[in-house]
């Protein structure tokens, strides 16, 4: 495929600041990308972008290879239910989004089902994106629940456990199978290793658009709570990492680290939180902020975590660039 400048550029920028942070450390370190709320049609009828989106999957793959990361991630909202109509149009989004996952040199890819993925109108099943993805990393060190919709990965000889999570599992999001799940894996962590979760809403109000109804309490409150526990016990937990907010934002609560994540999808200037960080603001238009221009450019993300120094540190490819990177002790 054909490289464009600006990526060459962003690509030589991002390896320079990991390869100043991590230096000889051993670390963990995966790209991913959220929200691409991609289409088919050529164009945006508000702001005549390109919104081809899926195809950017094809340039994390470039940087992954580059970069030789552990794993890649999408942490969901491929863009299957807005504008797209037709089930032939859905059926083709899908296709296109396993495919060009699955062209990424054999590295596992982790994928968490967002609400947009498995709406009433995108009409594909959790339980179908779960197994594509399955089938897709076999032979990788995963475990997942019996629907394959959620479960974790054992990075190889980097003592780092890797949980994906689906936050539409039920009425109140995270059913209590999935709950327990989670609760048991961290319990049965090996002595030594460290865990991080990926999943596409945030479990915290941090993740709220202004206007918006409360999170369901139970289930992510008792998530929060799992996690909680498992750090005051002495647990090792790098960070929660999530999309779906369509801004980054960043919270620490009883010793765990949430970060969220900008990602493609646009939101309205009265519906952005006053905490709430975007890169790229421009043309606001019917009560619409896209944030940037998915035309010109990509935006992904790479987590690189050290487990023995306990350091996670986040760092953006795309818009923003240096000035978005962050990261926190765990």
């Given at each position: 495929m054909i490289i464009p400048e600006f990526f060459e550029c962003d690509l030589d920028d991002l390896t320079a600041r990991v390869r100043r942070w991590t230096g000889d450390d051993q670390a963990v370190s995966f790209l991913f990308v959220t929200d691409l709320h991609s289409h088919l049609v050529t164009t945006d009828n508000l702001f005549g972008q390109r919104r081809n989106s899926a195809e950017h999957i094809r340039l994390l793959n470039v940087a992954a290879m580059r970069l030789n990361v552990d794993f890649t991630a999408n942490l969901g909202d491929v863009g299957l239910d807005v504008p797209l109509k037709e089930m032939s149009e859905k059926s083709e989004m899908t296709r296109r989004i396993l495919q060009y996952h699955s062209e990424c040199d054999r590295r596992p890819v982790l994928f968490c089902i967002g609400n947009h993925d498995v709406s009433e109108k995108a009409e594909i099943s959790a339980e179908y994106w779960g197994q594509a993805f399955f089938d897709m990393n076999r032979g990788c060190d995963m475990i997942s629940a019996a629907s394959r919709t959620y479960g974790f990965y054992d990075v190889q000889g980097k003592q780092t456990r890797i949980f994906w999570l689906y936050t539409n599992d039920s009425e109140d999001y995270l059913s209590e199978t999935q709950l327990e799940f989670l609760q048991h894996h961290l319990d049965d962590l090996p002595e030594g290793h460290c865990a991080a979760i990926l999943q596409h809403i945030c479990p915290r109000a941090v993740g709220n658009w202004m206007g918006s109804d409360p999170l369901p309490p139970e289930a992510f409150a008792r998530q929060h709570q799992i996690l909680a526990d498992f750090v005051r016990k002495g647990g090792s937990l790098a960070g929660d990492l999530c999309g779906h907010s369509h801004f980054?934002?960043?919270e620490q609560s009883e010793g765990v680290n949430y970060f969220?994540?900008?990602?493609?999808?646009g939101i309205g200037p009265r519906e952005i939180p006053p905490h709430a960080r975007l890169a790229?603001?421009?043309?606001?238009?019917?009560n619409r902020t896209?944030?940037?221009?998915s035309s010109k450019y990509t935006l992904f993300h790479l987590a690189v975590i050290k487990p023995v120094q306990r350091q996670i540190r986040l760092f953006r490819?795309?818009?923003?660039?240096q000035a978005c990177d962050r990261g926190a002790q765990f």
């Open positions: 980054d934002a960043d969220i994540f900008q990602g493609y999808g790229m603001q421009f043309n606001p238009r019917l896209d944030t940037f221009d490819l795309g818009p923003g660039g």
